[in-house]
Nanobody
């Protein structure tokens, strides 16, 4: 099992910056990907940035050049540095993990509880 806990959300003016953190615990060695999703009010949840370990890092087109996702070699943390924030970035941001547990031959997806990011105009 993997447990995720986000922190770092808040209120910021347009053009400002925020940094999100996600503490990852449990069977982190089974993790194959970590990602940030977001869900605005009345909108579908969307993938913002993802790290597929040993493969690539990808971003939502609208955040490219503004957001940077990073992790560590232990897969025990996930970060999202958000610069030049826009009101359209307002959403609840969720940490997400994909893991393959060889012990019981099962792929699983895990979610954090979410953290609110509000960008005022």
């Amino acid at each position: 099992q993997v447990v995720l806990a986000e922190s770092g959300g808040g209120l910021v003016r347009a053009g400002g910056s925020l940094s999100l953190s996600c503490q990852v615990s449990g069977k982190t060695t089974d993790i194959t990907a970590l990602a940030w999703y977001r869900q605005g009010l009345g909108k579908k949840r969307e993938l913002v940035a993802q790290i597929e370990f040993g493969e690539n890092t990808s971003y939502l087109d609208s955040v490219k050049g503004r957001f940077t996702v990073s992790s560590n070699s232990a897969k025990s943390a996930l970060y999202l540095q958000m610069n030049n924030l826009e009101p359209e970035d307002t959403a609840v941001y969720y940490c997400h993990a994909v893991a393959y547990h060889a012990d019981w031959d099962s792929g699983e997806r895990y979610w954090g509880q979410g953290t609110q990011v509000t960008v005022s105009s």
